[in-house]
Nanobody, 121 residues
């Protein structure tokens, strides 16, 4: 069983930055960040194949968010810049047992508890 612990959420003004962290108890080769706003479906934000380093981003965050990892610490990061009010959501870290469609929630078997990001205008 993989445990994922997220941190780094908070409240910022539009244009600000935040960095989310997710530490995994066991390394998994595919991990991602997802978010869910009230009344909306969970959506992909970014994902990474840790072994190969390939990264994918949702169109809404391209150029603003960066996903990265520290393999020595089993930690995944999401650097979020130029934040917008529409980025407000609960952000979840996820890990997959097997490589699959990187931006699909159904690919992932393990989920963190979530960390809230609130962006005010």
């Amino acid at each position: 069983q993989v445990q994922l612990v997220e941190s780094g959420g908070g409240s910022v003004q539009a244009g600000g930055s935040l960095t989310l962290s997710c530490t995994a108890s066991i390394r998994r080769d595919q991990m991602g960040w997802f978010r869910q706003a009230p009344g909306k479906q969970r959506e992909a934000v970014a994902c990474i194949y840790i072994g190969g380093g390939s990264r994918y981003y949702a169109d809404s965050v391209k150029g603003r968010f960066t996903i990265s990892q520290d393999n020595a610490k089993n930690t995944l990061y999401l650097q979020m810049n130029s934040l917008k009010p529409e980025d407000t959501a609960m952000y979840y870290c996820a890990a997959a047992d097997f490589a699959g469609s990187c931006l699909l929630p159904s690919t992932y078997s393990y989920w963190g508890q979530g960390t809230q990001v609130t962006v005010s205008s």
